[in-house]
Every structure is written in C-alpha cells, then in structure tokens.
C-alpha cells in the first residue's frame, strides 16, 4: 500500500483547525452543510483506509488463506506489501474500535429519536407549539411526526411579546430544516474519527446561527433577534437551578444543544454575530475544508485501487493462480 492510504489518517487533523472559521464566517446554513457533509466524507475515508490496512494484515495468515474460498498466496502478500505488519494490526484494531464507536452512536441516535418522536406525541393538544406550566425558563423543539415546540410559562414571562414571535421563529427554524439531522451525523462521523470532534461541535453551533438568522430574516431585525436570545439566556440561567426536568435528548432549543447553556458559552458568540453584520462567503476556509473532503476521497479510492491490485496479484501467486 502507498503512501495514500495513510493521508486520510492526516486530513481530519486539518479539517479541525478550519472548523471554527468555517463555522464563524461562512452564512449557517452553508456552514452547517459543509460541515456535516466534510466530516462525513472525512469519517468515511479515515474509516475505509484504516479497513483496507486491516486487510494488508489479514492476508498474511497462512490458515486463512486456506480456509478462504478466494484462495491466494500469503507468502506473496508478506514479501509484495509496503505495508508494515505491525500498522496492519493497529489499523485493524482502530477499526474495529471505529466500528463499535460507530454502530453504538448510531444505536443511540436513533433510540434518542425515536423516544423523542414518541414524547413529542404524546405532549398534550394537537398544536404544533404547547406551553408548559413552568416556571423555569425553556423553549426547545422536539423532532417527530409532527414535531412540536415546547415553551415554558417562566420564559414567556422573561420575554416580551414581540419576543415571543423570535422564540417561535427560531424554534420552527430547528423543525423546518431538520437541524437535529445534522446534529446527528455530525456526532456520528465523531464517533467514527475521533479527531472530527470541532466539526462536530461547530455543528451543533451553527444549527442554533442557522435559526438565529432565520429569526433575524422573520421580524427583520437582527438586533432585536440578539437582545431576545440574551435576555433568554439570562432567564435560563437564573431559572437553571430550580429546573427538575430533563429535557429531551433530541431537542435543540433558542439556549443551544442538549440543555440550558449557561453564559459565557457560545450565546455570547450568538449574540455578537446577530450584532455584526450578516456573514458572508469566506472563501479560503470553505475552500479548505472542502480540498480536504475530495482529497480524503480521492486518496481513499486511490488506496482502494491499490489494494485491488495486491489482492489480485496474490491470488495469481497462489498455485494454480497462473503465476508464480
């Protein structure tokens, strides 16, 4: 195996140090998108390399060629492969960990879901929003058929009825455009490459930018939009303590991710870019994260290419293979 197999190893390292600016300066919802999609094609390559190393390893056994109905020659696969043995064994290793990761994030995802589904179904009325009688300061959508929108009575209270309409925007902008389902196959290409994680978390920052904006875009007024989230954020923190209930796994809310996030955190970040003005392409970060997608891809079929041929050549080296 050549040298570019190992290469989508290397590129989420690279990917991670232009999250951020991907994140910050880009529009949300292009940001969200190449966010999501990069760290899933950099998962996957990063996952199909160290598999394809795995096999270079597997091949080497003497009894498994054997056993195999695809008969080949171990002797040429130990003498013809660049590869070393030992990174053979420790990418075999790191894939089954990556597959373990993987399989039980998806698990969770899905089982998370699913219970979301189901609570957001059972919430009472038949509305898309339900006021909670709270007096802790939350809103949050749940994701399901329908989804529905949950807001306390205690943040009603903290916000003034043209904020209401910003809370309602924002929520139905997390429903709308299905930004658990980023949130999702962010955390999902985490769990396969660990490396991927500031991908995965300027995700879950730009699905909440993503509603923000299109808060801003609803009552036309990005500032107001900025003032509503920090006096939401302030009621959240004031309120957090009295809170009992767990919120929904899946829910993604005006206050971000999973459950009220107290200040400083990337609210004050929210707040300060509804208050700049609205971003617009940054073209060499965008133009990096993407170069490393399509080159981790391409490497990972170059590399898979190069497989092939070793695997064809060991098994023309096996007796009766047609060469010796």
């Not at 056993?67 to 040429?76: I, T, V, Y």
């Not at 064994?89 to 879901?113: H, I, K, P, Q, S």
Request: glycine share 8%; hydrophobic share 55%; aromatic share 4%.
């Amino acid at each position: 195996m050549r040298v570019a197999v190992y290469l989508p190893l290397l590129f989420p390292f690279l990917a991670a140090l232009v999250a951020r600016p991907v994140g910050e300066r880009l529009p949300p919802h292009r940001a969200t998108w190449l966010l999501t999609v990069g760290a899933l094609v950099l998962a996957g390559a990063s996952t199909a390399a160290l598999g394809m190393l795995a096999v270079t390893g597997l091949i080497r056994f003497p009894l498994l060629a054997r056993l195999s109905h695809h008969h080949w020659s171990a002797f040429a696969a130990q003498h013809h492969d660049p590869a070393p043995f030992s990174t053979a064994l420790l990418a075999g290793a790191l894939a089954a960990a990556v597959a373990v990761l993987a399989g039980r994030m998806l698990w969770r995802r899905a089982r998370t879901l699913a219970q979301a589904a189901t609570e957001a179904a059972c919430l009472p009325g038949r509305d898309q929003l339900v006021i909670l009688e709270d007096p802790a300061a939350e809103a949050y959508a749940i994701p399901g058929r329908p989804g529905r929108i949950v807001i306390s009575t205690g943040m009603l209270e903290a916000l003034d009825p043209a904020e209401h309409q910003i809370l309602l925007a924002h929520e139905r902008a997390h429903l709308t455009h299905r930004h658990h389902l980023f949130v999702a196959c962010a955390q999902l290409a985490a769990a396969a490459n660990p490396l991927l994680r500031p991908l995965a978390h300027a995700v879950g920052y730009t699905v909440e930018r993503w509603a923000d904006e299109t808060a801003g875009a609803a009552v036309g007024d990005r500032a107001r939009v900025a003032r509503a989230i920090g006096k939401a954020a302030l009621a959240t923190r004031r309120t957090a303590d009295a809170a009992g209930r767990r919120l929904p796994a899946a829910a993604l809310g005006i206050m971000g991710r999973l459950r009220p996030t107290p200040l400083p955190g990337p609210v004050p970040r929210r707040v300060t870019a509804l208050l700049a003005p609205a971003p617009r392409r940054h073209t060499w970060s965008a133009l990096a994260l993407g170069a490393l997608a399509v080159a981790a891809a391409l490497c990972a079929l170059e590399a898979g290419l190069d497989l092939d041929t070793l695997l064809d050549f060991v098994k023309r080296a096996a007796p009766g293979g047609g060469t010796h």
